[in-house]
Nanobody, 119 residues
């Protein structure tokens, strides 16, 4: 079992920055991958960025060059640094942990944090 708690969302003006945090209830080096997803009103949940415990990262094309995912194993926390924010980045952002200690893998989700980009 993994409990995930996101924080750091809020209201920001276009062009601004925010850093989201996702604190896990267990050591994240034992979690195969962690990622950030988002869901805007009336739209499907979409991948934003992922990070594996092997060190690889993956980003949606829409956020490449603007967002950065990082991990702090000592704090069992994953971050999403968001810069040059646009109104279309407005969504609820969710943290996901994928654990593959047994097959099939199990996905755990946080409760989400709202990000609103507006002037």
């Amino acid at each position: 079992q993994v409990q995930l708690v996101e924080s750091g969302g809020g209201l920001v003006q276009p062009g601004g920055s925010l850093r989201l945090s996702c604190a896990a209830s267990r050591r994240i080096f034992s979690i195969n991958s962690m990622g950030w997803y988002r869901q805007a009103p009336g739209k499907q949940r979409e991948l934003v960025a992922t990070s594996t415990n092997g060190g690889s990262t993956n980003y949606a094309d829409s956020v490449k060059g603007r967002f950065t995912i990082s991990r702090d194993n000592a704090k069992n926390t994953v971050y999403l640094q968001m810069s040059s924010l646009k109104p279309e980045d407005t969504a609820v952002y969710f943290c996901k942990a994928r654990v593959c200690s047994t097959w099939p893998c199990t996905d755990y989700w946080g409760q989400g944090t709202q990000v609103t980009v507006s002037s």
